[in-house]
């Protein structure tokens, strides 16, 4: 493992510049573990020996990013940076009082200590600061931890947990974002203390947790349900772990087959989370008939409906929600039966083009996680969907009430009022279309509309 650190040239101006006034200063954290590893950081976090008033009196562009933990954010200009202006986060060193309610200390004290400040770190591999005059600071044996592949906790890891009670699904988190092991006494701490995550945000989980579902290991997920972790936050996979799928279709129980879903589809947060909870519904939907065969029906109706509700639990943004939802909503839809293309264009309507990719991700991706039953009917049924998804987009059909040849100001020449009654005009138009796109154009929607009106009169 190579100790010395190619650091940016930001980072050493301002270690550089701290250590003329008499102060130390190190990179620290996840920049020191990642550059160890041989990838790339994110992120570059300073650690120094001076507070922050002292900080901002050194460097001319900062930030108050918060003065009250002790960190001020540092613009470094062209010329220092080498490039681009970039900004670091400077932090005192700092030791934290009691913590009350698993989430944040009392009080932050500072102080001149770099041990005292590594000491409140979470693992090992994050707790190892390094400069380029002393080298790696390794104090709590971080470096054979990533030669061991191994997180550990930092002291006891009762106390760490009971500190911030995320680090518990960050633990998970770096495991499988890194292909770790967790450390025994840290994985024990971690199932006795699982219950303090309902202490924790739902913003603050739902990052680790994205995190996790995104990384290369998302089969981790099944470490955090056998910790007892999921059941404070996502109890939902717990009940899909439970659940058999006595089906031709299927080989695995419906958690595993979830899990696999996931391995499938690419790191991306809307694709891991509609692969996550795409079967959510199947434990409540699930019947059993004569011959001992489950069935899950309409269980994407009922899985749509729930994964709204535990990505609005999570704190997600309205697009990501109704991005997941409809996908969760589609993700089987035609599979078993022969769609012609008047369906398919009503079909793509509701799910609207922008989703088609992602979609069919998702469907290729279930059929992988699926038995070899029906497995070519299936594969031709996707194709089939390709194929005319090819013709609607090539030949400009329209989908939309927005992509017809005629609006709502050509009804109102034509002697309509704006209202319900238009709307449905619209629809009625749309309607006409869907089923035979070269009517969408001027003078014969004009036509439609005016033999329209005088049925109704």
Known sequence: MNEKIVMPAGAVYIIEELNKKGYEAFIVGGCVRDSLLGRVPSDWDITTSATPYQVKDIFKKTVDTGLQHGTVTVLVDKEHAKGNEYSYEVT??????????????????????????????????????????????????????????????????????DEDALRILRAVRFAAQLGFKIDDETQKAMENQARFLKDISAERIREEFTKLITSDNPGMLTTAYELGLTKEFLPEFDEMIKTPQNNPNHMYPVGMHTIKVMENVPRDTVLRYTALLHDVAKPLCRTTDENGTD????????????????????????????????????HDYGIGSELGIKAFRRFLAKLGTENFDDYITIREADIKAQSDYNLESKKESIESFKKM???????????????????????????????RAMGEMLHYLLECVMDEPPLNNRETLINLVRSKLEEET
Do not use: W
Not at 393 to 412: F, P, R, T, Y
């Open 92 to 161: 005192t060193y700092r030791v934290d009082g009691v913590y009350e309610d698993h989430r944040r200390p009392s009080e932050v004290t500072f102080s001149k200590s770099l041990e005292e400040d590594l000491k409140r770190r979470d693992f090992t591999i994050n707790a190892m600061a390094y400069n380029d005059k002393d080298g790696v600071v390794d104090i709590f044996g971080g470096k054979e931890d990533l030669e061991r592949k191994l997180i550990r906790c930092v002291g006891t890891p009762s106390e760490r947990f």
């Open 295 to 330: 069935h899950f029906y309409d269980h994407q109706i009922t899985g749509s409906k729930m994964a709204h509700d535990i990505l609005r639990r999570l704190k997600f943004d309205n697009d990501t929600v109704d991005k997941i939802t409809k996908l969760v909503m589609y």
């Open 389 to 419: 998804y090819e013709i609607v987009v090539s030949e400009n059909h329209c989908l939309k009430i927005a992509d017809l040849a005629i609006d709502g100001k050509v009804l109102i020449e034509l002697g309509m009022k704006p209202g």
